[in-house]
T-cell receptor, first 112, second 113 residues
Framework: DVKVTQSSRYLVKRTGEKVFLECVQD?????MFWYRQDPGLGLRLIYF???????EKGDIPEGYSVSREKKERFSLILESASTNQTSMYLC???????????FGSGTRLTVV | AQSVTQPDIHITVSEGASLELRCNYS??????LFWYVQSPGQGLQLLLK??????LVQGIKGFEAEFKRSQSSFNLRKPSVHWSDAAEYFC???????????FGKGTLLTVNP
């Protein structure tokens, strides 16, 4: 089975800190995605990547950046964390839309 | 632009009762359609998918869904719900050369004993 691993289940960070969320997949998928999930708002796409060093903005990229230096790893960066970035962050990977996505278990980030 | 509507935010059923979760989509061509389930504190797990062929698709855990093009719907069904089915369910749509899936806002399922 494809595995998508997010490095932390829970994180607590202070306002203004630089935060790195890491995601690793083990099935050579080209496409990787970062979503945030908030009650009543569902899943909102932050950024995605369809190849190494390639990235595209999703629906809510403000305040975030990403890095994909290797095919298996896709990092989400909060340059200066703010309290409104407190959320559940979900990483996913895919070898093509027709196959759907495989999700990681999520990182619950709290910014205080 | 593609979109998904899940009209029911929260549904409560009794254990052993049948279940239908509604999903309506908007997409200009033949869509790829998915249902995912999320248990509390977990990521999303794929239940089933449709991209062509038979419009009634079977998934894991006894779930099925039917694609109805005329109604732009992809409703999820289960004949007899178990307490372990309590979770949040998400419908998603994709298609064409677009890499992205668009997700609905989810339906929370509560199962009463």
């Amino acid at each position: 089975d494809v595995k998508v691993t997010q490095s932390s289940r829970y994180l607590v960070k202070r306002t203004g800190e630089k935060v790195f969320l890491e995601c690793v997949q083990d099935m050579d998928h080209e496409n990787m995605f970062w979503y945030r999930q908030d009650p009543g708002l569902g899943l909102r796409l932050i950024y995605f990547s369809y190849d190494v060093k390639m990235k595209e903005k999703g629906d809510i990229p403000e305040g975030y950046s990403v890095s994909r230096e290797k095919k298996e790893r896709f990092s989400l960066i909060l340059e200066s964390a703010s309290t409104n970035q407190t959320s559940m962050y979900l990483c996913a990977s895919s070898s093509g839309q027709v196959y759907g996505y495989t999700f990681g278990s999520g990182t619950r980030l709290t910014v205080v | 632009a593609q979109s998904v509507t899940q009209p029911d935010i929260h549904i409560t059923v009794s254990e052993g009762a049948s279940l239908e979760l509604r999903c309506n989509y908007s997409y200009g061509a033949t869509p790829y359609l998915f249902w995912y389930v999320q248990s509390p504190g977990q990521g999303l797990q794929l239940l089933l998918k449709y991209f062509s062929g038979d419009t009634l698709v079977q998934g894991i855990k006894g779930f099925e869904a039917e694609f109805k093009r005329s109604q732009s719907s992809f409703n999820l069904r289960k004949p007899s719900v178990h307490w372990s089915d309590a979770a949040e369910y998400f419908c998603a749509v994709g298609g064409g050369s677009n890499y992205k899936l668009t997700f609905g806002k989810g339906t929370l399922l509560t199962v009463n004993p």
